[in-house]
């Protein structure tokens, strides 16, 4: 997912400052085990003066130098360890201490981007594209059926209970949902229930707009320069936990699209990574709009949940242009 320069220098900056405050931390550590735990400093000391002798000893052509210095290492090392034991102490006190040890909170191994890297990227777009406010208000502490009746009510209530169920069974049960049906009868909202639970879980979500999402896929499959950038994107929605595309229909559907909406879908059923869809358009227009392997993807390996009813959005605004009258 391409970031602009502004926001690598901000994950970059969180680097620095987890480098720093863990460097910090250690000082700290090492200075507490100096000044407590009798005879450490005199061991941490006598490595240097231990290390020359030996090289002194190589450079006069004695060729056990380094084993021996190895074994007087290992030995001290186990020395240490015992004496921060004795002393109520981790034999692993102060060794270097790292967010991810991985990547040892450089963001990169062997020149590629780390998982934690990924995932910040992730979390910043997420936070930058205001669907955390919305999540804000829109959750299924908020929810409510109020404005549903007869069979709209019964099928509302059925995919609340499929939304619970996913959040309940996800990381153990791959699972899928497609919501469809008219504009403004609750299916983004859903998925923002859904994508709300999952986030205070700890789960990467990546949301888009279906003409977002094909937008940025066409941006980058045609800009040459940014190679990179589209092997990085499309390993974030192949790869995260779930990714939901909200208003599927509303982009400019073309051979491009389609391609790569089968293909996404298709990558990601076989990783066995969870996605949402929603769509005003009825299963026939789904089906005479993208390809029978798009459909038949999606009827296959989605939970449909059907919505109806009236417009929420609208009622809620004509609700409160009464209220402020």
Do not use: W
Not at 56 to 66: F, M, P, Q, T, V
Not at 205 to 221: C, D, K, Q, R, T
Not at 292 to 305: A, H, K, L, P, W
Request: proline share 2%; with cysteine.
């Amino acid at each position: 997912m391409p970031l602009n320069n502004t926001q690598y220098d901000a994950i970059i900056r969180t680097y620095e400052e987890k480098q720093n405050k863990n460097r910090h931390l250690l000082e700290e550590r090492r200075a507490h085990i100096y000044a407590h735990v009798d005879g450490y400093k005199e061991m941490d000391d006598s490595i240097a003066s231990i290390s020359v002798e030996q090289g002194r000893k190589l450079l006069e052509g004695n060729e056990s130098a380094i084993s021996e210095l190895k074994h007087l290492l290992r030995s001290l090392s186990e020395s240490k360890a015992s004496l921060l034991a004795a002393s109520g102490f981790p034999a692993d006190y102060l060794e270097p201490v790292y967010d991810c040890p991985d990547c040892k909170d450089t963001g990169y191994i062997d020149g590629r981007k780390c998982h934690c890297f990924r995932q910040a990227e992730i979390s910043l777009l997420y936070e930058q594209s205001n669907i955390s406010r919305i999540l804000e208000k829109e959750n299924f502490s908020t929810l409510s059926d109020e404005y549903y009746q007869g069979e709209d009510l019964s099928r509302f209530r059925n995919a609340v209970e499929e939304c619970k169920k996913f959040v309940q069974n996800f990381g153990f049960d791959y699972h899928n949902l497609f919501f469809y049906g008219t504009v403004g009868t609750g299916k983004s909202f859903l998925s923002g229930c859904i994508a709300k639970e999952l986030l205070e879980n700890g789960n990467s979500v990546i949301y888009f707009s279906a003409v977002g999402f094909f937008e940025a896929l066409s941006h980058l499959s045609f800009d040459y320069k940014n190679k990179e950038e589209l092997h990085n994107f499309y390993e974030d929605f192949y790869q995260c936990d779930l990714l939901i595309i909200d208003d599927l229909g509303t982009e400019l559907t073309n051979n491009f699209v389609t391609s790569q909406l089968f293909s996404c879908l298709n990558e990601r059923h076989m990783r066995k990574k969870s996605t949402i869809i929603s769509t005003n358009l009825s299963l026939e227009e789904l089906r005479n709009r993208y390809s029978d392997r798009i459909f038949s993807r999606i009827t296959s390996n989605y939970t449909i949940c059907k919505l109806s009813g009236p417009d929420i959005r609208m009622y809620k605004k004509i609700n409160k242009q009464k209220s402020c009258n």
